[in-house]
């Protein structure tokens, strides 16, 4: 099991371009979030996606949308990034309480 | 006032201390709890879930305080590899309801 996959790894936009970032796991699971890191900050959690077809805003969605592709797959996308965006991005799965945690995407706004 | 707070720290202790986190949330509603270990540059991976009663594996012991709303980690005879920062999630019924401390610092010495 890969267990849950993002990419890119890195990633460097301009301000004004769009990008979306890809997340999947293999662990049939039926909750995905999408967070940020930011120093200090914590995790925030930007959207969530309870089971496949629904989605929901969590802390922080201005600025991201997200599509939950399937059970395997919860994309999220920047459609005119900006400074304030730069941060580490999460992606995780739960079947119930724990989550599991991809590897993150390192995303730098210039 | 955050919902879930957690001294910063870093805390430097020397290796084969006993060191102690506590974490103070705000929600009496809160249902869950858990410790998370993230090691520098890499994803949150689960530590230990904390049980009313108090749960301990190996050198680590996690408590929780419903009345005085904390959950505490001990780590007893420190290693170098548990070097990390430290972070305490709080969950409540919903899917959405998962919030993550800012996480504390720990550094062990030879």
């Known amino acids: 099991n890969a267990g849950v996959t993002q990419t890119p790894k890195f990633q460097v936009l301009k301000t004004g371009q769009s990008m979306t970032l890809q997340c999947a796991q293999d662990?049939?699971?039926?909750?995905m979030y999408w967070y940020r890191q930011d120093p200090g900050m914590g995790l925030r959690l930007i959207y969530y996606?309870?089971?496949?077809?629904?989605?929901d805003k969590g802390e922080v969605p201005n600025g991201y949308n997200v599509s939950r592709l399937n059970k395997r797959e919860f994309s999220l996308r920047l459609e005119s990034a900006a400074p304030s965006q730069t941060s580490v991005y999460f992606c995780?799965?739960?079947?119930?309480?724990?989550?599991?945690f991809g590897p993150g995407t390192r995303l730098t706004v210039l | 006032r955050k919902e879930v707070e957690q001294d910063p720290g870093p805390f430097n202790v020397p290796e084969g201390a006993t060191v102690a986190f506590n974490c103070t949330y705000s929600?009496?509603?809160?249902?869950?709890f858990f410790w998370y270990r993230q090691d520098c540059r890499k994803e949150p991976k689960l530590l230990m879930s904390?049980?009313?009663s108090g749960n301990e594996d190996g050198r680590f012991t996690a408590q929780l305080n419903r009345a005085s709303q904390y959950i505490s980690l001990l780590i007893r005879d420190s290693k170098l590899s548990d070097s990390a920062t430290y972070l305490c999630?709080?969950?409540?019924?919903?899917?959405?309801?998962?919030?993550f401390g800012s996480g504390t610092r720990l550094s062990i010495r030879p």
């Open positions: 995780a799965s739960t079947p119930d309480r724990e989550q599991f």
């Open positions: 662990m049939n699971h039926n909750s």
């Open positions: 996606s309870a089971s496949e077809g629904t989605t």
């Open positions: 929600n009496s509603a809160s249902q869950s």
């Open positions: 904390v049980y009313s």
């Open positions: 999630v709080v969950s409540y019924s919903s899917a959405s309801k998962i919030i």
